[in-house]
């Protein structure tokens, strides 16, 4: 199993930056891949950005540009760098780990966008 643990929510006016963290335990080397989703009230969950165990990396649309995720494998934690936010980028933030075809996610962190 895999526990995961975010952090780094929270509001910020619109153009600001916030850094979100998702810091896994539990059996690590079997991740196959990490994502971060979003959802937003009376939206379904919204997969944003995604890295691979080898560290290739895709976005959604709505995102390109403007956020990034990474990692640091010796913290095992997960990042999600979001420049330039918009009010509609409002949402709660989860984090996921792939672990052959089971799916964990973490607890979710509020971001709020002010225009």
């Keep these: 199993q895999v526990q995961l643990v975010e952090s780094g929510g929270g509001l910020v006016q619109a153009g600001g930056s916030l850094r979100l963290s998702c810091t896994a335990s539990g059996s690590i080397s079997r991740i196959n891949y990490m994502d971060w989703y979003r959802q937003a009230p009376g939206k379904q969950r919204e997969l944003i950005a995604v890295i691979t165990r080898g560290g290739s990396t895709n976005y959604a649309d709505s995102v390109k540009g403007r956020f990034t995720i990474s990692r640091d494998n010796a913290k095992n934690t997960m990042y999600l760098q979001m420049n330039s ?8 933030y989860y ?7 089971h799916n964990y996610w973490g607890q979710g962190t509020q971001v709020t966008v002010s225009s």
Excluded: G, H, R
Aim: aromatic letters at 0%; charged letters at 25%; hydrophobic letters at 40%.
């Design 95 to 101: 984090c996921n780990a792939n672990v052959d075809l």
């Design 85 to 92: 936010l918009k009010p509609e980028d409002t949402a709660v």
